[in-house]
Antibody, heavy 117, light 108 residues
Framework: QVQLVESGGGVVQPGRSLRLSCAAS????????LHWVRQAPGKGLEWVAVISYDGNNKYYADSVKGRFTISRDNSKNTVYLQMNSLTTEDAAVYSC??????????WGQGTLVTVSS | DIQMTQSPSSLSASVGDRVTITCQASQDISNYLNWYQQKPGKAPKLLIYDASYLEAGVPSRFSGSGSGTDFTFTISSLQPEDIATYYC??????????FGPGTKVDIK
């Protein structure tokens, strides 16, 4: 079955960097766009970034543009989110989601990012 | 950017009640609207896609309608397991995806 497993979260100081990973299995990874979505504690869902199936197209929310970079390695069935210049506003559970015809039909459980000095 | 609003922000209803949530887009998004259910501590689950199509395996008490800027999500007969937060999500352009603020549903 489709499985998405995020990792790489943790506690980081403001201004530092973190790289998240999302390992996929159970489907043809290289055929799907993947998204990152985050959810701050007690808050709603916020879309972060998307990468096309081949990695050639990437888009970001305004709140992370210029600081976050999404990438993928289709040989490893993994999508990444490099997060730089982190602020307390970036603290959230970060989840990856598979895009099937513009709907998010599979989600990981997420990895928690805490930004604190 | 397209903004999404949802109402109400929360509601309390009895088992068996009909529950309706509305979602409004700040501009025409045709039928590019999905609905998700999120239970506490769990990942969101796709329920409705393209405004009115039921995702495979989702109970038929869930339905969606609308197009353009105004959309409705309905639970025809609320069940205890439907306690969750429901989000609409637009995708008129995959370079910009927006979620609504969510509607928390609980049992009266």
């Amino acid at each position: 079955q489709v499985q998405l497993v995020e990792s790489g979260g943790g506690v980081v100081q403001p201004g530092r960097s973190l790289r998240l990973s999302c390992a996929a299995s159970g489907f043809t990874f290289s055929s799907y766009a993947l998204h990152w979505v985050r959810q701050a504690p007690g808050k709603g869902l916020e879309w972060v970034a998307v990468i096309s199936y081949d990695g050639n197209n990437k888009y970001y929310a305004d709140s992370v543009k210029g600081r976050f970079t999404i990438s993928r390695d289709n040989s490893k069935n993994t999508v990444y989110l490099q997060m730089n210049s982190l602020t307390t506003e970036d603290a959230a559970v970060y989840s990856c989601a598979r895009d099937t015809a513009a709907r998010f039909d599979s989600w990981g459980q997420g990895t928690l990012v805490t930004v604190s000095s | 950017d397209i903004q999404m609003t949802q109402s109400p922000s929360s509601l309390s209803a009895s088992v068996g009640d009909r529950v309706t949530i509305t979602c409004q887009a700040s501009q025409d998004i045709s039928n590019y609207l999905n609905w998700y259910q999120q239970k506490p501590g769990k990942a969101p689950k796709l329920l409705i896609y393209d405004a009115s199509y039921l995702e495979a395996g989702v109970p038929s008490r869930f339905s969606g309608s609308g197009s353009g800027t105004d959309f409705t999500f309905t639970i025809s007969s609320l069940q205890p397991e439907d306690i969750a937060t429901y989000y609409c999500q637009q995708y008129d352009n995959l370079s910009r995806v927006t979620f609504g603020p969510g509607t928390k549903v609980d049992i009266k």
